[in-house]
């Protein structure tokens, strides 16, 4: 499993001093405090977005300290392990171990400049689906990517509509739609060279987040979340 906490040990040389960014998520979770917590979660709400501004990391949620950061970071571990028996998906925890981020390549996904998902893609969300019920107390973030092919006034909608199916497909598994949100950000985010065809085929993606919702940060703070 990735670990992505290279921005996050870049926040901590500033203002905290860390036991090291290998630590495992429940040790990290107990040494950050809200202070810095805060700073972290809305850094890494810019990352995401391209460095368009720091609100985000309202969406992805500002890390919760002490014990009950340790306790979310175990519940996420767990979660993030279970998650890695999907086939292809790239699962990678992030927030510092309190959220978890996974990636669908719309290359296997979606055929190119569709929203319509192929069979592999709905057994691997099924997957996804079964995992997302057995763990309720979170919420979800769908946000589709595309490469640098066309322009705005076709991707953005396009990668809209590649959230929005994932989405739909999730709800006829059984999960929530009021746990989940999408946007689609089109080419703003790429995440490999454009130019290429292999860069093309990573930038054409859905990037799914799963954070810890209200009640499982209220049980994490009264130290009854297993």
Same mark, same amino acid.
């Given at each position: 499993m990735k670990k992505t906490n290279?921005?996050?040990?870049l926040i901590l040389s500033v203002?905290?001093?860390?036991?090291?960014?290998?630590?495992? +998520?429940?040790? @990290? %979770?107990? $040494?950050?405090?809200? =202070?810095? /917590?805060?700073?972290? &979660?809305?850094?890494? #709400?810019? !990352? *995401? +977005?391209?460095? @368009? %501004?720091? $609100?985000?990391?309202? =969406?992805? /949620?500002?890390?919760? &300290?002490?014990?009950? #950061?340790? !306790? *979310?970071?175990?519940?996420m571990d767990k979660q993030a392990?279970?998650?890695?028996?999907?086939?292809?998906?790239?699962?990678?925890?992030?927030?510092?171990?309190?959220?978890?981020?996974?990636?669908?390549?719309?290359?296997?996904?979606?055929?190119?400049?569709?929203?319509?998902?192929?069979?592999?893609?709905?057994?691997?969300?099924?997957?996804?689906?079964?995992?997302?019920?057995?763990?309720?107390?979170?919420?979800?973030?769908?946000?589709?990517?595309?490469?640098?092919?066309?322009?705005?006034?076709?991707?953005?909608?396009?990668?809209?509509?590649?959230?929005?199916?994932?989405?739909?497909?999730?709800?006829?598994?059984?999960?929530?739609?009021?746990?989940?949100?999408?946007?689609?950000?089109?080419?703003?985010?790429?995440?490999?060279?454009?130019?290429?065809?292999?860069?093309?085929?990573?930038?054409?993606?859905?990037?799914?987040?799963?954070?810890?919702?209200?009640?499982?940060?209220?049980?994490?703070?009264?130290?009854?979340?297993?």
């Amino acid at each position: 499993m990735k670990k992505t906490n290279l921005f996050v040990c870049l926040i901590l040389s500033v203002a905290l001093i860390l036991p090291g960014c290998n630590a495992s +998520n429940t040790a @990290k %979770g107990t $040494a950050i405090g809200g =202070g810095g /917590g805060a700073a972290i &979660g809305a850094g890494i #709400g810019a !990352l *995401i +977005n391209g460095g @368009k %501004g720091a $609100a985000w990391g309202a =969406g992805i /949620g500002a890390i919760v &300290g002490g014990a009950a #950061g340790a !306790l *979310i970071g175990n519940k996420m571990d767990k979660q993030a392990k279970e998650l890695e028996s999907i086939s292809n998906a790239t699962v990678e925890t992030v927030n510092d171990g309190q959220a978890i981020k996974v990636t669908f390549d719309s290359g296997i996904l979606f055929a190119t400049n569709s929203s319509t998902l192929n069979q592999n893609s709905k057994n691997a969300l099924i997957q996804f689906a079964n995992s997302l019920k057995s763990n309720p107390d979170t919420d979800i973030e769908i946000y589709g990517h595309t490469d640098s092919t066309g322009s705005d006034a076709i991707n953005v909608p396009l990668s809209q509509n590649r959230a929005a199916s994932v989405q739909n497909f999730l709800v006829t598994q059984g999960v929530a739609s009021t746990r989940m949100a999408t946007q689609g950000l089109g080419s703003s985010q790429p995440v490999a060279d454009n130019s290429t065809v292999e860069g093309r085929q990573q930038n054409r993606r859905v990037e799914v987040y799963i954070l810890p919702n209200e009640k499982m940060i209220q049980e994490a703070q009264a130290g009854t979340l297993k």
